[in-house]
């Protein structure tokens, strides 16, 4: 019989690895249009969140008596998406991922503006130390002026008002409610872009890859949220860093694409200065939030 640490921590390498099927279905499909990728991504990935809508809930799991902060949510969390879709067509994959771990830093940067908290010297250091590593990582923007580096910050950025939302959000609302607003938003965001842009009608293979990639990204929420409410914190977290490794293998693997070594340097201290803060607000007893949607 396996402990509730050990099956939290598989719940959390089965997020992992769901991601990063994710994410390699997104940058696969790069010759879609995005908004058409986005639909498929949440319209498919509506089948998970039902299973999880407790039976005596199913007339009602829709109802909630703060449908603002719901939409804020869901607004923000659609444009981080966006972004990272974007960021994960035009960019090496392991650049994208590394970038992606500094959501714990603007967080914690939102949390002084939008809920007053006093931050210590060393959040403040974390925060600084991972503004260094993002800058060595996104350096082609100043270099090449590939704005496409832009786009995981932009993540970044909304993910912070996302975890911010997410955090009142929870002492009301049930888990499968907020992924419900947010799945329904973005199924409509991207559905609306068919007016906009033609959308492309998929083979057979390429379809399939839709289905994979709807399920995993729905599949890999679910799972981490199971692990964190089954492991200690302070165990599974660390684990999530093992999708840069998963992104440097596919990335090479599939598109030949070789980390630079500012990457792997950058990406070091973004992930320190991401462990520092979880470590800060464990003691805290802060929520713990991933830096995915």
Not at 7 to 22: Q, T
Request: proline content about 4%; charged content about 10%.
């Amino acid at each position: 019989m396996l402990t509730q640490n050990q099956i939290g921590v598989l719940y959390m390498v089965g997020s992992v690895i769901c991601f990063s099927v994710m994410d390699i279905c997104v940058k696969w499909l790069d010759y879609y249009p995005v908004g058409q990728v986005l639909f498929l991504r949440f319209f498919i990935g509506f089948i998970p969140i039902f299973f999880i809508i407790p039976k005596e809930k199913l007339l009602s799991f829709y109802k909630t008596s703060r449908p603002g902060l719901h939409a804020f949510r869901a607004i923000t969390g659609a444009l981080a998406i966006i972004a990272l879709f974007v960021g994960l067509r035009e960019l090496p994959l392991a650049d994208v991922v590394s970038l992606t771990f500094g959501g714990p830093i603007f967080v914690t940067v939102a949390s002084i503006f939008f809920l007053s908290e006093k931050v210590g010297i060393k959040r403040w250091s974390a925060v600084f130390l991972g503004f260094i590593g993002m800058l060595l990582i996104v350096q082609p923007v100043f270099i090449d002026l590939n704005f496409y580096y832009l786009t995981p910050i932009i993540f970044c950025i909304f993910f912070a008002c996302v975890a911010i939302s997410v955090r009142s959000l929870s002492k009301t609302e049930a888990n499968y409610t907020i992924a419900f607003y947010f799945t329904f938003l973005c199924t409509l965001l991207g559905l609306g872009s068919i007016f906009f842009v033609e959308w492309k009608l998929p083979s057979l293979l390429d379809f399939l890859i839709f289905i994979i990639m709807g399920l995993c990204g729905s599949i890999a929420n679910l799972l981490l949220t199971q692990s964190y409410r089954l492991a200690e914190a302070s165990l599974v977290t660390p684990i999530k860093y093992l999708s840069l490794v998963f992104a440097i293998i596919f990335g090479f693997v599939i598109w030949s694409e070789i980390p630079k070594v500012l990457t792997l340097v950058g990406a070091a201290l973004v992930i320190i200065s991401s462990l520092i803060i979880f470590v800060r607000e464990t003691k805290l007893k802060k929520q713990i939030i991933a830096p995915r949607s």
